[in-house]
């Protein structure tokens, strides 16, 4: 059984959706606000969080942004907002999707799935590298000349999409298909915000170059 915890003020979302996810393999759990969602994360062991974005107190980003600082457990965000704006600011901060309400509890399910199966360790601990910046799939670790850098969910499977067509450029508007994170609502521009932040962690323009008009390559270099 997955165990999931839920931070949401609506006590009848959790209502809603934990007899159905109950049916299909989730144990839910509810924290009503940000610092006890915190507390709970502290005490016990949970596979993934859904996360409300907007919530009295201390909202969703200010918990994740806590969440980000001490784990890397999966983040679902869940909004009412549907402006591309505010998914960036959730992406951007180290959440692994976002849903927006209103949705079904089948498309959630499907969507947590997608997420718990991106984060499992892959059988084998494939290794991907390429111009001194090396990925290993099973443990998610990327080491660029050598040194651990620290990359959010979605900027490990865009760098691993590249590091898969090293020295080819990947269309922009098919990196997130080649990423495996086409169930992401988020465009293009979307996409551009975070390869700027993945470039900046891989060390510059020498490591994935902008092909204007086209899409973005990771050079081959050494490997």
């Not at 949401?8 to 989730?26: H, I, K, M, P, W």
């Not at 994360?41 to 980003?61: I, K, Q, S």
């Not at 679902?76 to 959730?90: I, K, P, Q, S």
């Not at 992401?184 to 092909?211: F, M, Q, Y």
Request: hydrophobic share 40%; proline share 2%.
């Amino acid at each position: 059984m997955v165990r999931v915890l839920l931070i949401d003020d609506d006590a009848r979302l959790f209502e809603l959706l934990s007899g159905y996810l109950t049916q299909n393999g989730v144990d839910l759990e509810h924290a009503r606000d940000g610092a006890t969602g915190l507390r709970a994360l502290g005490e016990e062991t949970h596979d993934a969080v859904l996360l409300d974005g907007m919530m009295p107190g201390m909202d969703g980003l200010e918990v994740l942004r806590r969440i980000r600082e001490r784990s890397a457990i999966p983040v679902l965000m869940l909004t009412a907002r549907g402006d591309e704006a505010d998914r960036v600011v959730g992406l951007e901060l180290g959440a692994d999707d976002y849903i927006s309400k209103p949705f079904s509890s089948r498309e959630l399910l499907a969507r947590l799935r997608a997420v718990l199966r991106r984060m499992a360790p892959l059988v084998g601990s494939e290794r991907l590298s390429a111009n001194g910046v090396v990925a290993e799939l099973g443990t998610r670790e990327v080491r660029v000349e050598g040194e651990l850098v620290e990359l959010t969910g979605l900027e490990f499977d865009l760098l691993v999409a590249l590091l898969r067509r090293a020295g080819r450029v990947v269309p922009r508007a098919a990196l997130l298909r080649e990423a495996g994170r086409d169930d992401t609502s988020v465009g293009e521009r979307t996409v551009d915000v975070h390869v700027s932040k993945l470039r900046k962690k891989l060390g510059g323009h020498d490591k994935i170059k902008t092909v204007r008009g086209v899409g973005y390559v990771l050079g081959r270099g050494e490997g």
